[in-house]
């Protein structure tokens, strides 16, 4: 009875991922706990470009639930999440932004846990920071995980500073 009832919620609500960046590139899984005759746990490992800054690629690593309520989308997934960002080109800021702004969400349960990465720039060290953590409706969630990208020089272009891209200053 309950999985026709996470069934029916899942045939309601689309559980699809939403995001503020594109859809992340999936790079890799790998099986964890080995299920019989539906899916196994995995860990997946995923890459998303900073929607509004150029040459900043983000890798995160997230538990991805098996066996029946998996499978059929209604799982609601842990808040453990893994977080990597890297200068991979040059720093080129398309718009300003302010501290704590989402680069990215995406769905973790039917309704209410979301996971979310979001940026900021600490000033003093021209350095950009990235935040990854779950939320929940009900209840909040202290994982998290955080990853920094000094801007460096690429080639021979001089790195701009993050301080003359936050809105307000």
Not at 2 to 19: E, H, I, N
Request: aromatic share 8%; charged share 25%; glycine share 8%.
């Amino acid at each position: 009875m309950r999985v026709l009832l996470g069934l029916v919620l899942a045939l309601c609500f689309a559980v699809t991922p939403v995001a503020a960046a594109d859809e992340p590139d999936l790079i890799f899984k790998k099986s964890t706990v080995w299920k019989f005759l539906t899916p196994d746990h995995k860990l997946a490992t995923y890459a998303v470009d900073d929607p509004l800054i150029d040459g900043v690629a983000c890798h995160f690593t997230v538990p991805e639930k098996g066996g029946i309520s998996g499978w059929i989308g209604v799982a609601e997934e842990v808040s453990d999440v893994s977080l990597a960002c890297r200068q991979v080109g040059p720093i080129a800021f398309k718009e300003d932004f302010e501290q704590g702004e989402e680069m990215f969400r995406q769905r973790r349960s039917l309704l209410f846990k979301k996971m979310r990465i979001v940026r900021g720039c600490d000033e003093k060290r021209n350095v950009l920071v990235y935040l990854v953590y779950s939320d929940k409706l009900i209840e909040g969630s202290p994982k998290n995980s955080t990853s920094t990208v000094p801007i460096m020089p690429w080639g021979d272009q001089m790195p701009p500073r993050c301080a003359d891209h936050l809105s307000g200053s």
